[in-house]
């Protein structure tokens, strides 16, 4: 399995910008799948989840209104659109996937696999 992460980019506080990840090499029948991210010199952050039918999503408070997330199945995609962006935003965002396993949505250790990353910079 591999997830394929683009999109982000510079952006200026107030302004938006949106990455997508495309899973390949399984099938995620049933599958989340999330965001994190991780700024330079801090620790890895839960931002985004969404749940296989697309009907269940949950975000971290300090995105909650300026965030969204969807995924596309047919493509194997999840996008996370970024509004309203802030300095403190800037970071390199994962997309990870998981089957379902009952485990808190932010528990990055019940991911069980990650994309490269990619970086997110918002200037103030």
């Known amino acids: 399995v591999q997830l394929q992460a683009s999109g982000g980019g510079l952006a200026q506080a107030g302004g938006s910008l949106s990455v997508s990840c495309v899973a390949s090499?399984?099938?995620?029948?049933?599958?989340?799948m999330g965001w994190f991210r991780q700024a330079p010199g801090k620790e890895r952050e839960f931002v985004a989840a969404?749940?296989?039918?697309?009907?269940?999503?949950n975000f971290a408070d300090s995105v909650k209104g300026r965030f969204t997330i969807t995924r596309d199945n047919a493509k194997n995609m999840v996008s996370l659109q970024m509004h309203n962006l802030k300095a403190e935003d800037t970071a390199v965002y994962y997309c990870?996937?998981?089957?379902?396993?009952?485990?808190?949505?932010?528990?990055?250790?019940?991911?069980?696999?990650w994309g490269q990353g990619t970086l997110v910079t918002v200037s103030s």
């Open positions: 969404i749940t296989w039918s697309g009907g269940v999503t």
């Open positions: 090499g399984g099938t995620f029948s049933g599958w989340h």
């Open positions: 990870a996937f998981r089957p379902w396993n009952g485990r808190r949505w932010s528990d990055g250790s019940s991911y069980d696999y």
